[in-house]
């Protein structure tokens, strides 16, 4: 199991970037992936971007060529670099890690994220 807590969302103009952190409580060089998610009001969660152990990337439809998803192993930290941002991108986003393929889902607060003009 690990504790993730996010930071860097906020309010932001359409076309705007932001982005967000996800700071793990222990060594993330061994997790087996780790991902966001975001949860828009009146909508399920849904899976933004995930990043594997070995470095494997995987993208929403709704946000490829703008989001780019990356760990820093150095730092215990996984990034959500957000450009181009939409108004349809106004979410909660979730930092999610899974330790190994068997182990349960552990999941950050969340932070939010608003684009307006």
């Known amino acids: 199991q690990v504790q993730l807590v996010e930071s860097g969302g906020g309010l932001v103009q359409p076309g705007g970037s932001l982005r967000l952190s996800c700071a793990a409580s222990?060594?993330?060089?061994?997790?087996?992936?780790m991902g966001w998610y975001r949860q828009a009001p009146g909508k399920q969660r849904e899976l933004v971007a995930f990043v594997t152990r070995g470095g494997s990337t995987n993208y929403a439809d709704s946000v490829k060529g703008r989001f780019t998803i990356s760990r820093d192993n150095a730092e215990n930290t996984v990034y959500l670099q957000m450009n181009s941002l939409k108004p349809e991108d106004t979410a909660v986003y979730y930092c999610n890690a899974r330790v190994t393929i068997l182990s349960q889902n552990d999941w950050g607060q969340g932070t939010q994220v608003t684009v307006s003009s």
């Open positions: 222990k060594s993330i060089f061994s997790i087996y992936v």
